[in-house]
């Protein structure tokens, strides 16, 4: 196994576009003429838009394109402006009247970071044309730009996030994972379990732990409105049907759970996707087990590479302090 640039799975090129005063942003991922995909949804407060077209008993075979997006729920009107740019190349489903491009999206929510604004439709057909770059990027960009974990004691306490990426390659085998990281919960190495961003103590030198500190307010007096969420989508050349990745984005959830402590509650919107362009053929247990290791990679990576802004420390704030003592 080797690592790869994620920009080299066939069948994909992503895009960012941001607003740095707003610090809100989007992230497409567009799919040619079209990318079979599947959904697992396991968080209690989600945005999306149009994933009913993912349950295997729907018609559509595949989709366009995927926007992640920060706005909250104000974001998802960003996707018509996928479905705009779309529309102009001459990509969508042919209905005999007019090409419909099919664009899912879903949102996370990051209002409290910067000046109150989301993703509009012009953000998003600029992170389009973006994705004719098909760079690879990661931090404060597209749909982490806002992105915050630990917020269980609310935003004095929070810290900064980002958007995560990691890809890797079995001979032609290739599996990428793209993340927008806006836990509740605290974030956590996959391998070795060292704590690597969330809640602060009041004087911010030192982490809290959210479990621990959710079992003493046991009792439902907190309001944790769905203000979170993480969001992102696993990607292979592999040949899968959307039945297929609905598996295997349900098997990719798993590298949310071995990363970020709590996950998949209420306050939450946890939503992973799986996309397949189908070049190879691999089982699905490979590709559902390959899935989880690179989305828990991919979100080590949002926090590790996040840039502090607006006051609100980083993980690289503690791993600087660890290499100076």
Not at 281 to 288: E, L, P, Q, S, Y
Request: glycine share 12%; charged share 20%.
């Amino acid at each position: 196994m080797k690592t790869i640039q994620i920009n080299t799975i066939e069948g994909f090129r992503i895009g960012h576009a941001q607003d740095a005063e707003g610090m809100t942003g989007c992230t497409v991922i567009l799919c040619g003429d079209g990318a079979a995909a599947g959904i697992d949804v396991r968080g209690g407060g989600p945005a999306s838009r149009e994933t009913e077209l993912l349950k295997p008993v729907a018609g559509a075979d595949y989709i366009h394109a995927l926007l992640l997006s920060g706005g909250s729920a104000f974001g998802l009107d960003a996707a018509g402006g996928v479905m705009a740019y779309l529309l102009k190349q001459g990509i969508g489903f042919d209905t005999g009247v007019a090409k419909v491009p099919l664009v899912c999206s879903s949102c996370l929510f990051d209002l409290q970071v910067g000046k109150v604004l989301w993703p509009d439709r012009a953000m998003a057909a600029a992170a389009c044309d973006d994705a004719q770059k098909n760079e690879c990027r990661h931090g404060n960009v597209g749909a982490g730009m806002g992105a915050t974990v630990g917020k269980f004691g609310g935003t004095a306490t929070m810290m900064k996030s980002g958007l995560g990426v990691k890809a890797v390659a079995i001979g032609k085998f290739k599996m990428g994972a793209v993340v927008a990281v806006n836990a509740l919960g605290d974030i956590f190495d996959p391998d070795t379990g060292k704590e690597l961003a969330g809640m602060l103590n009041p004087g911010r030198t030192a982490f809290q732990n959210t479990e621990e500190a959710m079992y003493q307010s046991i009792a439902p007096v907190q309001n944790l409105f769905t203000g979170n969420t993480t969001i992102g989508a696993v990607l292979t050349n592999a040949r899968f049907s959307k039945t297929a990745l609905t598996k295997i984005a349900a098997m990719a959830q798993n590298g949310l759970a071995r990363t970020i402590r709590p996950v998949h509650t209420m306050a939450d919107g946890d939503s992973v996707y799986a996309l397949a362009s189908g070049q190879v053929d691999v089982d699905i247990n490979v590709a559902g087990t390959l899935a989880a290791r690179v989305m828990a990679d991919a979100i080590k990576d949002a926090v590790c590479s996040a840039q502090p802004v607006k006051g609100l420390k980083t993980a690289r704030d503690f791993m600087k302090r660890k290499r100076e003592k």
